[in-house]
């Protein structure tokens, strides 16, 4: 049989075009190609992204930076099997853990109270009191807390003021020693129950707040602290009157009294 020129030499062209082919396209031929349905379906491709973002990422992202409880994490806790004297900071760690202070503490869903099993008025405040002043040093749970609050709570009963006017000589250097911590909460708990103890006893504490007045404005520049101790100077001199003012002028003297 006899086929013409032309369809031979287009059916030679055809097959010249066939092998110059890349291999891929061949392969791939008869099968849908996978840029072309993701192209097609762009929802798919976002899935498929987000399906590989970290979870911590995703979280990060709506705001959920740490879990609630890591916020603890920072406060330090004593060892609630200790049973030595020597191996607490101060004297209240020991007392308060052997039941030497009729209270406890009362956890609550969101704060810490301390409850009396006696009235604090009917305590005999030497020697809890100095203990307890004592304990302002104190960094741990629930140590730090117990002593702060113990000893506010037995400044506030009724009748502390007789009760606590013969124990100043022995409260002061216990204070002084808490101001002269490093950490900050100690130096804060110091200011504050410097200033209950001013207002309970007036200016019989006049004598001593040379002694406080001298650390406390050592910290005056921070910010944290300046009010409190800015409150603390203040109320010497509410209760201390003109002696506490000289006395304070004395050591701080850009100090500026209440009465101007």
Not at 12 to 19: F, I, P, V
Not at 99 to 109: D, F, K, S, V
Not at 213 to 236: G, H, W, Y
Request: net charge positive.
């Amino acid at each position: 049989m006899n086929i013409p020129m032309n369809v031979k030499s287009s059916t030679k062209s055809l097959a010249n075009k066939t092998n110059q082919m890349p291999s891929s396209a061949t392969a791939g031929r008869g099968k849908p190609s996978t840029a072309g349905s993701n192209a097609a379906h762009p929802a798919h491709a976002k899935v498929s992204t987000a399906s590989e973002t970290p979870s911590s990422t995703r979280q990060a992202g709506r705001g959920w930076t740490e879990l609630p409880s890591s916020r603890l994490k920072s406060v330090k806790c004593a060892d609630p099997f200790a049973s030595k004297a020597s191996e607490f900071k101060t004297k209240f760690g020991s007392v308060f853990n052997a039941g030497g202070i009729p209270c406890r503490l009362n956890h609550g869903a969101v704060n810490i109270k301390l409850q009396w099993s006696k009235d604090p008025s009917q305590l005999d405040y030497d020697p809890l009191l100095i203990i307890c002043a004592e304990g302002l040093s104190e960094t741990q749970h629930p140590y730090a807390f117990a002593a702060r609050a113990c000893f506010e709570h037995m400044l506030a009963a009724e009748g502390s003021s007789s009760k606590t006017t013969p124990l100043i000589p022995r409260i002061i250097p216990c204070l002084r020693s808490a101001l002269l911590s490093t950490n900050k909460n100690v130096f804060a708990g110091a200011v504050e129950a410097a200033t209950q103890l001013s207002a309970v006893v007036g200016d019989a504490m006049n004598p001593h707040i040379h002694n406080l007045v001298m650390q406390m404005n050592k910290k005056s520049s921070d910010r944290e602290l300046s009010p409190k101790i800015l409150k603390a100077m203040q109320t010497f001199e509410e209760y201390g009157g003109a002696e506490a003012l000289k006395v304070i002028k004395s050591k701080v003297p850009t100090y500026c009294s209440i009465h101007i």
